[in-house]
C-alpha cells in the first residue's frame, strides 16, 4: 500500500484512562476516496478513537498521519483547517436561525472571518447562492426557510452534512449518521453519503450493518480497544472471530 493512497493513518494509537486502556495500539490505514466504517460491540472503543483523532482526547502514545502529515500534536482547528472535519464539530447548529442561515454561518466560517463594517448586498447574494447550492446538493432546498429546530429528526444529518461540506473537507467523519432514523430517512443519508464521497474520504462509526454491508468499501472491526480485523463487508462479516465477539458482547 503506498503511502500516497492514504489519506489518514494512525501507528500504534494509544489512549488509557486512569490505567483502563480505552485503546490499544490501534493502527487505522483510510484510503483515500473510500467510504470507511469503524464498527463493533460497545465499548469496543470506536468514540474514543474518533476523540483522539478529533483531538477532543489526547492519544497516551502512537501518532496520527493525515495526508501523510504528522497531526498529532495539532489543535482542533488546524486539523479541520487542513481538511480533516468531524460532522458535529461545526454542526452545532442554531435552532433558532433558518436552514439556509446556518448553512450560511459555516460558509462564513470557512471564507474567513476577517471583520468588515460594511459589506455589499452582492456578497450576501453571492453567499446566499452557495448556502443554496449546498442545501440543495443534500436535498433539503425546500427547508431552506424553516426554522432549523422545526425540521424533522431525520433531516437534521443532511443539514449538519451540508454544514460540514461548507468547510469543503478532504476527509468526513461521521458519528453513527443513520442513528434513531426510520428507514426511509437512513436509505436517504446512505444515498447522500454515497454522493458525497464521489470527491472525497468518509469514514464513519456506524452500527446498522445495511448501512455498512450496502455504501462502506472497507471496515475495521474493533473490540476491547485493538483491531479484530479489516477489510470489505464479506470479509469482515464472515470473520469466525468478528462473529464470536459480537455474539459475546
Ligand atoms: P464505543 O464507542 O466503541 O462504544 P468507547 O470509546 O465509548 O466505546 O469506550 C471504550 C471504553 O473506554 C469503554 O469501556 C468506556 O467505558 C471507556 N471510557 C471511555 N471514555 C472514558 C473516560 N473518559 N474515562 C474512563 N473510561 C472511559
Same mark, same amino acid.
Given at each position: 500500500q503506498a503511502a500516497d493512497d492514504l489519506i489518514l493513518e494512525t501507528a500504534g494509537l494509544v489512549k488509557e484512562f486512569r490505567g483502563f486502556v480505552a485503546v /490499544? +495500539? &490501534?493502527? %487505522?490505514?483510510i484510503?483515500?476516496?473510500d467510504i470507511h466504517a469503524l464498527i463493533g460491540p460497545n465499548g469496543a472503543g470506536k468514540t474514543t478513537c474518533f476523540n483522539l483523532l478529533t483531538?477532543? %482526547?489526547q492519544p497516551t502514545?502512537?501518532? !496520527?498521519? #493525515?495526508? +501523510?502529515? /504528522? !497531526?498529532? +500534536?495539532e489543535?482542533?482547528?488546524? !486539523?479541520?483547517?487542513? +481538511?480533516?472535519v468531524r460532522s458535529f464539530q461545526i454542526s452545532? &447548529? #442554531?435552532?433558532h436561525m433558518t436552514v439556509l442561515e446556518n448553512v450560511r454561518v459555516a460558509l462564513q466560517r470557512k471564507l474567513g472571518t476577517s471583520f468588515h463594517f460594511w459589506k455589499s448586498d452582492r456578497s450576501l447574494d453571492c453567499l446566499n447562492e452557495r448556502a443554496m447550492a449546498l442545501l440543495a446538493e443534500v436535498g433539503l432546498e425546500s427547508y431552506a426557510r424553516m426554522v432549523t429546530v422545526e425540521m424533522p429528526y431525520g433531516r437534521k444529518r443532511a443539514l449538519e452534512i451540508a454544514t460540514t461540506l461548507a468547510l469543503d473537507p478532504e476527509l468526513m467523519l461521521l458519528d453513527e449518521p443513520t442513528q434513531g432514523m426510520g428507514l426511509e430517512d437512513v436509505e436517504r443519508v446512505m444515498a447522500l453519503i454515497k454522493k458525497v464521497s464521489a470527491n472525497r474520504s468518509i469514514l464513519m462509526v456506524e452500527h446498522n450493518m445495511k448501512v455498512v454491508s450496502g455504501i462502506c468499501d472497507r471496515i475495521t472491526v474493533l473490540a476491547r480497544g485493538a483491531v479484530l480485523a479489516e477489510g470489505d463487508y464479506a470479509e469482515v462479516s464472515s470473520n469466525p472471530v468478528v462473529i464470536e465477539a459480537y455474539m459475546g458482547s
Open positions: /490499544d +495500539g &490501534v493502527n %487505522l490505514k484510503r483515500r476516496g483531538k477532543f %482526547l502514545r502512537g501518532r !496520527i498521519l #493525515f495526508k +501523510g502529515q /504528522d !497531526i498529532t +500534536g489543535s482542533p482547528q488546524c !486539523i479541520a483547517r487542513k +481538511g480533516m452545532a &447548529v #442554531f435552532p
